[in-house]
Structure formats: C-alpha cells, structure tokens
C-alpha cells in the first residue's frame, strides 16, 4: 500500500468506522495496511479483529475483539494445507496459501496445459475432508470450511450487534484493488 493510500485510510477512519475484508490471512492484511486503527476481516470474514486503539468510535480502554466463527475448523485447515503442499509440490509455479481459516491454491505461474491436472489434485485431496468445500476466483482454487459465511456477513452478524454500525452512522464502501494486491500470490 502506498503511503498517500494509507494517508486516505487513515483520515477516512477518523470520520467513518473503517475496516478492511479481505480472503487473505487478517495477519498478511495487516502487515500490508499497517494502521492500527482499523477493524480487519480477514480470510473472507471469519477472522475479525476490532481495534483496541481508542478512536471516536470505540471507548477508552477497549481491548482488541476477536471474532472467528470458523475457529474449530482450523486443525482440518492446517492439516488440509500440508497436504496440499505434498500434492502439489510436483506442479511448477503454484502457490499453496494457508489464509487461518481458507486455504488458496494460486495457479496464476502454473501453465495452463497442468490446470486441469492441478484441480484435480486439489479436489482428490477435499474428498477426504467432506466439511471443507471448494470455490474459485481469478487463478485460485479457494478451501473454506461449509458454514454460512461471506465477505459481507461481519457487517450483519458482527459489526451491528456490537453497535459498530448504527442508522444514524453513514457506512462508506471502497473497494481498493490493483493489480499489485492480486500479484500477492508470489508471481
């Protein structure tokens, strides 16, 4: 993220509750955003954190919330990506991604004659794992555990409860993407 980026950011979170969703690892996000201020969703939304920094929106002494709806999944995941890596290893050019609680299979170096291949490996390996289902993007396989979850779900099932988000407060949306962000992958 540029630094005139991050200024954006950081001044839009002065006036509106901020926050980042993103499929990759919230740690991976942070390290990238760096502004501490921020509520980060990552992997999709099933790893929340609220900021423990004061701001206008949060109270003084506020401790940092976590929030992961997926968390007893996690020793499938981590098993499921070790295996992915032995699977796949023969494959040139993928990237095996372990996002906490998602797992991406990124394709984008592989050539396209293995792709099929590639998908296939990667569907041998989930039928053993019948909780962990399997979704595609632009040159990624994604693994997220079956549960009622997407991007959008921390705003309804999270956010407003905790009275983040009220009728009186104006939600602002940007979707930030470049094709920097999409290069993540390694390639």
Not at 8 to 20: D, K, L, N
Not at 73 to 90: C, G, N, Q, R, W
């Amino acid at each position: 993220m540029s630094d005139a980026m991050r200024d954006a950011v950081r001044e839009a979170a002065r006036y509106f509750p901020t926050a980042i969703v993103s499929g990759r690892c919230r740690d991976k996000v942070y390290n990238f955003v760096r502004l501490a201020e921020l509520y980060y969703a990552g992997s999709h939304g099933m790893d929340i954190k609220v900021p423990a920094k004061k701001s206008s929106f949060r109270k003084a002494n506020s401790k940092a919330v976590l929030f992961q709806p997926a968390s007893k999944f996690l020793p499938m995941i981590d098993e499921v990506y070790k295996t992915l890596l032995d699977a796949t290893k023969s494959t040139p050019g993928v990237k095996v991604e372990n996002n906490k609680f998602c797992l991406s299979v990124h394709f984008r170096c592989v050539d396209e004659k293995r792709w099929t291949f590639l998908a296939d490996q990667v569907m041998s390996v989930l039928m053993e794992y019948p909780m962990l289902r399997l979704t595609s993007g632009r040159k990624v396989l994604e693994i997220r555990p079956i549960i009622k979850w997407d991007k959008g779900r921390p705003w309804n099932s999270y956010w407003n409860p905790l009275g983040l988000l009220t009728a009186k407060m104006c939600c602002l949306c940007i979707l930030a993407m470049t094709e920097q962000t999409k290069m993540l992958s390694g390639c």
